[in-house]
């Protein structure tokens, strides 16, 4: 049992809001919450998510930790054969 008259008001009928629609009811403190994203439009859930490659940091990424087919530095191949 929770200390008396040290917590928030409890409102397990919380209504969530995105965009002036109501999208979910949740637990909270606050009896209305406003938010911009939730899982309903972020593209990572909805499935539009689109990696975007600035100056080849996820190739570069790749050869560094080896999981491209090209190899990951060829210099270094032909120093230890010296």
């Known amino acids: 049992m ?3 008259e040290i917590h928030p ?3 397990p009928e919380a209504k969530v ?3 002036g629609q109501l999208v979910m009811t949740v637990g909270s403190t606050k009896p209305e919450l406003h938010v911009d994203v939730w899982s309903g439009n972020h ?3 909805t499935g539009t998510q689109k990696i975007i490659d600035t100056e080849g940091r ?3 990424f790749m050869r560094k ?3 491209s087919d090209t ?3 060829t210099e270094g ?3 230890s054969d010296a």
Do not use: H, Q, S
């Open 2 to 4: 929770p200390k008396p």
């Open 9 to 11: 008001e409890w409102y």
């Open 17 to 19: 809001f995105c965009d």
């Open 43 to 45: 593209p990572f859930y």
């Open 58 to 60: 996820v190739e570069r």
């Open 65 to 67: 930790y080896g999981m």
């Open 71 to 73: 190899p990951a530095n």
């Open 77 to 79: 191949d032909a120093k």
